[in-house]
Nanobody
């Protein structure tokens, strides 16, 4: 049974940093592309960042480019999202997702497995 468990969310002031983690189990992690998405209440889920199975390819939404960094540790079955220079508009629930593929998907419907989400709140 595949499980993705996010952690690291919380409350931070604008300009601050947080690092989200997503621990995966029940799958051969190194064969999976991983993504981060976010969804505010009443809005559609939004792509944030994605990383290929080897970590060599990454993609970012324009809204986070230069501020967020996605990375992975295949030995620990974990993907990370380092978030710097946080803004109040980054406040929402963040989800990680997994897809067994050599590509790097950036749309929600390309991912097969999802975590339960972690709340990030940025105060102004």
């Amino acid at each position: 049974q595949v499980q993705l468990v996010e952690s690291g969310g919380g409350l931070v002031q604008a300009g601050g940093s947080l690092r989200l983690s997503c621990a995966a189990s029940g799958l051969t992690f190194r064969n999976y592309a991983m993504g981060w998405f976010r969804q505010a209440l009443g809005k559609e889920r939004e792509f944030v960042a994605a990383i290929g199975w080897s970590g060599g390819r990454t993609f970012y939404a324009d809204s986070v480019k230069g501020r967020f960094t996605i990375s992975r540790d295949n030995a620990k079955n974990t993907v990370y999202l380092q978030m710097n220079s946080l803004k109040p508009e980054d406040t929402t629930i963040y989800y990680c997702a997994a897809r067994r593929t050599s590509r790097v998907p950036i749309t929600e419907d390309e991912y097969d497995y999802w975590g339960q989400g972690t709340q990030v709140t940025v105060s102004s």
